[in-house]
């Protein structure tokens, strides 16, 4: 993506055209949280993702974990649309909610460990269902198979993106954009600034076989038929694994290689598997991930970092991490706000989290829901409070919505921020 000025005469015939209160970019999580949240609010939102299909990496990347919403010690950290999530993840099973997760476990037994959070399996196929029925029920006006391809800026204030799709050129403007992209390209594209990560590849794909099938039989479970390989990196160890080597996901071709990387890693499974002669029969790939399988990209550097400070003022939502139990991170409201940038917000994976078991948190589904949430209730606040300056909206004012289960249904005004 790239910076546009709105010149009037390369746009003077967009091939579509489309206004909106709030444009969201990118349909993972995150943007379908956000989307969500402002349009149960009264918003017209508009939400655009390149795919054509709901939910980012926990669907097309093939993600099949729903990360825990407790602390691992028996106390619920996040409720709210991430919750909804979850529940709509696991609503058609596979997958429930561990009904022992309450359960105080002072064991050290890894089986214990696992049951005992508030977390579970899904099926990325079913989550992508259940969310484009969450996206139709809060009228959401979704559009697939179109990439934003500029973000267009005023004086320093978002105005719109121009997007690429099959009708051709067009522009798609809102008084307040949500980047969702996961690796913040609207904003990058906007010259706001940003911190590089990195990620080992962790190829996660779908695997048939005839074990899964007979052990699914024998235990009357079908959420075993098929069996989730993961390859490569194990992102749950807390030391990095300097054996597999570290990808770059914000280059164009790097992003290109590390997909032929992965389908290449898969295969590999497949030729060292069997002896030519050997004729029993073969385990065989089902689903290949269609997004890149990498973690922490890119973020922004933000207004504020989640960073480990305690009993912020700034802070909005607790985020639980997901490696140790125990551990929750306070996310300020400016870690989704891009520093010197009016009109914008990001959400997911692309928050300012300080780099390593911060930013390890913040990218969790849940998480990136929540700051899906948060980022949705800020930008209703801002339109409400006539202004675009984000950073202006008091953090405590978008806790309190946060807490509050019940979502004002008419709490738009009739009021137009410039
Ligand atoms: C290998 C791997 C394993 C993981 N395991 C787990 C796990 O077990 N549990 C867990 O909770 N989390 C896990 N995660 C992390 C988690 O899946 C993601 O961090 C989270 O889903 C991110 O959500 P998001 O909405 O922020 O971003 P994304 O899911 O990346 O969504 C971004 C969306 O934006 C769209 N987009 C991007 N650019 C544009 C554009 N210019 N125009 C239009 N659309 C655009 C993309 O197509 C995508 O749909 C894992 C991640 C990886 C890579």
């Not at 709210?80 to 022992?100: D, K, M, R, T, Y």
């Not at 990498?294 to 912020?312: S, V």
């Not at 140790?324 to 300012?352: F, K, N, Q, T």
Request: glycine share 8%; hydrophobic share 40%; net charge positive.
């Amino acid at each position: 993506m790239s910076a546009g000025k709105n010149n009037r005469t390369e746009n003077a015939n967009p091939a579509f055209e489309r206004v909106a209160d709030i444009l969201v970019v990118g349909g993972g999580v995150a943007g379908i949280a956000a989307a969500v949240q402002c349009a149960r609010s009264g918003w017209d939102v508009v939400l655009l993702e390149k795919t054509i299909l709901p939910g980012g990496l926990a669907t097309l990347g093939l993600v099949n974990v729903f990360l825990p919403l407790c602390d691992g010690e028996g106390n619920q950290v996040l409720g709210g649309i991430a919750e909804e999530f979850f529940n709509a993840a696991v609503n058609l099973g596979p997958g429930v909610i561990p009904p022992n997760w309450r359960k105080k476990n002072k064991e050290n037994s890894k089986a214990k460990r696992k049951i005992c959070r508030f977390a579970s399996e899904f099926s990325p196929a079913t989550f992508a269902l259940a969310l484009e029925s969450i996206l139709d029920q809060a009228g959401v006006d979704v559009w697939y198979d179109t990439v934003a391809t500029e973000t267009i800026v005023e004086n320093n204030t978002t105005r719109g993106v121009k997007a690429f799709n099959k009708s051709g050129n067009g522009i798609l403007s809102a008084k307040i954009i949500v980047d969702a992209t996961g690796d913040a390209d609207v904003a990058r594209a906007a010259g706001c600034a940003m911190v590089d990560g990195q990620s080992e590849l962790s190829p996660w794909f779908l695997e048939a076989s005839l074990d899964s099938a007979r052990k699914a039989a024998s235990l009357n479970a079908p959420e075993l038929l098929a069996k989730m390989v993961r390859l490569g990196a194990d992102s749950s160890s807390t030391e990095p694994n300097f054996s597999i080597p570290a990808w770059r996901g914000i280059d164009g071709k790097i992003v290109s290689e590390s997909a032929r990387e992965t389908r290449r890693l898969i295969m590999q499974r497949y030729l060292n598997s069997k002896q030519p002669q050997d004729t029993s029969p073969r385990n065989f790939p089902l689903a290949l991930p269609t997004l890149p399988q990498l973690r922490t990209t890119r973020r922004i550097k933000g207004l504020a970092t989640m960073d480990g400070t305690k009993n912020r003022q700034d802070r909005v939502a607790f985020i639980p991490d997901w490696k140790r139990r125990g551990i929750v991170w306070e996310m300020p409201l400016g870690a989704l706000i891009p520093e010197r940038l009016d009109g914008i917000l990001v959400a997911g994976r692309c928050v300012s989290a300080k780099n390593g078991d911060a930013w390890e948190a913040a990218r969790s589904i849940p998480a990136a829901a929540t700051t899906g949430q948060i980022a949705g209730i800020a930008a209703s606040l801002a339109l409400q409070n006539n202004t675009l300056s984000i950073g202006k909206i008091p953090p405590q004012s978008v806790e309190k919505l946060m807490r509050s289960p019940q979502i004002a249904k008419n709490d738009k005004k009739n009021k137009t921020p410039h």
